[in-house]
């Protein structure tokens, strides 16, 4: 019996994934299987989102925003002896949020996820003598220190400090000038908050910057409308001076 027509054989085929940028590429594949796949963080709302991964590899990362908590960094200098050195954070009801660790962990840079609140910064050396010129700050997302300090002395310490939405929110006086001759209106304020902000004077002018000011004091409210500082507040009083009246003094007489 015969027979005659075309055919494909394929000898020793090795099924596998030959994209070489995949997570599972072979390299000894001869044909293509369409298993590849990429690992990575799929979340798009994680910090090292990858749009390239097609499987979750667990690694995602997020900010503290994603929690609804704060950025909040603490920085601890050396010191003499920083091999004594740790520390921790306390909340209201005294429950540890962070601590560095043993003996000699509590020097360098921390950052650290905190609701806002007030905390107990608690210090502590192993020796007994204090810190030894070693010094801790507390500060904000906005680089605003909530709180800074040391162990003078002893085996531990304690600082207090809290911090709300609106400790990065406040009016700032960015130029001024008084009025320039008695009885004149040319005195004048530009201020700012850096952020979406209601102006209200207290005398009922409008805006933020105030022109045409004659000597008096003035008060002014700041409200923000700003969502990442919601229902924040702050004033500012400032005076405007005037130099004093010119006075001439004349002696008549007769010739």
Same mark, same amino acid.
């Given at each position: 019996?015969?027979?005659?027509?075309?055919?494909?054989?394929?000898?020793?085929?090795?099924? /596998? =994934?030959?994209? $070489?940028?995949?997570? @599972?590429?072979?390299?000894? &594949?001869? %044909? *293509? +299987?369409? #298993? !590849?796949?990429?690992? /990575? =963080?799929?979340? $798009?709302?994680?910090? @090292?989102?990858d749009?390239? &991964?097609? %499987? *979750? +590899?667990? #690694? !995602?990362?997020?900010?503290c925003?994603?929690?609804g908590?704060?950025e909040?960094?603490?920085?601890?200098?050396?010191?003499?002896?920083?091999g004594e050195?740790?520390?921790?954070?306390?909340?209201?009801?005294?429950?540890?949020?962070?601590?560095?660790g043993?003996?000699?962990?509590?020097?360098?840079?921390?950052?650290?996820?905190?609701?806002?609140?007030?905390?107990?910064?608690?210090?502590f050396?192993?020796?007994?003598?204090?810190?030894?010129?070693?010094?801790?700050?507390?500060?904000?997302?906005?680089?605003?220190?909530l709180?800074?300090?040391?162990?003078?002395?002893?085996?531990?310490?304690?600082?207090?400090?809290?911090?709300?939405?609106?400790?990065?929110?406040?009016?700032?006086?960015?130029?001024?000038?008084?009025?320039?001759?008695?009885?004149?209106?040319?005195?004048?304020?530009?201020?700012?908050?850096?952020?979406?902000?209601i102006?209200?004077?207290?005398?009922?002018?409008s805006?933020?910057?105030?022109?045409?000011?004659?000597?008096?004091?003035?008060?002014?409210?700041?409200?923000?409308?700003?969502?990442?500082?919601?229902?924040?507040?702050?004033s500012?009083?400032?005076?405007?001076?005037?130099?004093?009246?010119?006075?001439?003094?004349?002696?008549?007489?007769n010739?």
């Open positions: 019996c015969t027979a005659t027509g075309n055919w494909f054989v394929m000898v020793g085929a090795t099924p /596998g =994934c030959m994209d $070489s940028t995949a997570s @599972n590429y072979n390299s000894l &594949a001869t %044909v *293509d +299987d369409g #298993s !590849c796949y990429w690992l /990575g =963080c799929i979340d $798009s709302l994680a910090n @090292n989102f749009s390239t &991964a097609t %499987v *979750d +590899d667990s #690694s !995602c990362t997020y900010s925003a994603y929690y908590l704060q909040i960094t603490v920085v601890v200098t050396p010191g003499t002896f920083p050195v740790s520390w921790n954070i306390t909340d209201t009801s005294g429950a540890i949020v962070f601590a560095s043993g003996p000699g962990t509590g020097v360098g840079t921390f950052n650290l996820c905190l609701a806002y609140g007030c905390y107990d910064f608690n210090m050396d192993s020796f007994g003598d204090g810190w030894n010129g070693a010094v801790f700050t507390v500060t904000n997302d906005a680089g605003i220190t709180a800074t300090g040391t162990l003078p002395t002893g085996l531990s310490g304690t600082q207090n400090f809290c911090f709300d939405p609106c400790d990065g929110y406040s009016i700032s006086v960015d130029n001024s000038g008084d009025v320039s001759c008695n009885g004149g209106s040319d005195g004048f304020v530009d201020v700012s908050t850096g952020i979406c902000t102006w209200n004077w207290l005398d009922g002018a805006g933020g910057d105030r022109y045409n000011m004659s000597a008096g004091t003035y008060t002014l409210v700041a409200t923000s409308c700003d969502p990442n500082y919601p229902g924040c507040v702050d500012l009083t400032i005076t405007i001076t005037e130099p004093a009246p010119i006075t001439a003094t004349m002696l008549i007489g010739e």
